[in-house]
């Protein structure tokens, strides 16, 4: 799995990925890393299966980012 895979997935289900706050939070949630470059094959997955099977959350507003305050 690549990054880009993710960017496919990500781009289909019309979630933000570039930059965006939330998704690198969920990331970090998920695999304690914020950036795709930084992670394995297996938490790439475990990214795509958020994405494909639980989108709803990369597409909520995070609380505690720096635009909010």
Aim: proline share 6%; net charge negative; aromatic share 8%.
């Amino acid at each position: 799995m690549k990054p880009t895979d993710i960017h496919n997935l990500a781009d289909e289900a019309n979630i933000k990925w570039d930059n965006d706050h939330v998704f690198m939070l969920i990331s970090k949630q998920l695999t304690g890393k914020k950036h795709l470059d930084d992670m394995s094959d297996e938490e790439m997955g475990l990214i795509a299966n958020e994405i494909q099977n639980t989108p709803e959350p990369f597409t909520k507003n995070a609380h505690f980012t720096p635009e909010n305050f």
